[in-house]
């Protein structure tokens, strides 16, 4: 998983009917993670000995021994989205901030789906760069039935199982 994002703020905080519902959200919003990625139990693959994680791994960094480009993914889907992410994630800390734990949770969910919906967009996306697919490469898809000649697009399986999480890690 990768691309969390860390709020600091100084606040003070007076007494008041809603102070500890306020500590307790930005308690929890301090100690929880929006991760996007593959999480080891999606990693698995329906046709091959290599992991959807391993796969995405060789594929974003590149294997010149097997003259693979590097075709990066989450990184930089996340990056192109990140104004979009951080006002999600702001979301959720304003939510914190007015003692809305479920809405706060609710905004992280969302920010979560954003991430995911941004990665998976990414596979096709012509801002992505990517080198196209060697002439061999093309025809080794053509053999297994694949009419998409894009790079990383075959079957769809590493795309789906790109995911979010939102955890909460108390230590």
């Known amino acids: ?15 008041g009917d809603n102070t500890t519902a306020i500590l307790l959200a930005l308690q929890a ?14 990693t698995g693959r329906e046709s091959d000995v ?36 951080g006002q999600l994630m702001g979301d959720a800390a304003k939510k914190a901030l007015s003692g809305d734990q479920s809405g706060m949770n609710s905004a992280l969910e969302t920010a979560g789906l ?12 012509p801002d992505n760069g990517w080198a196209p697919n ?15 000649p894009r790079p990383l697009i075959d079957t769809g399986e590493l795309r789906r199982s790109i995911t979010y999480v939102v955890r909460r890690d108390a230590g």
Do not use: C, H
Not at 29 to 42: A, D, K, M, Y
Not at 114 to 125: C, I, M
């Open 29 to 42: 919003l301090s100690e929880t993670q929006v991760l996007v990625g593959i999480p080891e139990e999606q």
């Open 50 to 85: 290599l992991t959807n994680a391993a796969l995405l791994y060789i594929q974003s960094n590149g294997s010149p021994l097997n003259n693979i480009p590097a075709r990066p993914v989450i990184e930089p889907a996340l990056e192109k989205s990140n104004d979009k992410l």
């Open 1 to 15: 998983m990768a691309m969390a994002f860390n709020f600091t703020a100084d606040l003070l905080v007076s007494d």
């Open 134 to 148: 060697a002439e061999s490469t093309q025809k080794a898809k053509e053999r297994k039935g694949s009419t998409d």
């Open 114 to 125: 954003a991430g995911e919906a941004a990665v998976r967009a990414w596979f096709t996306s």
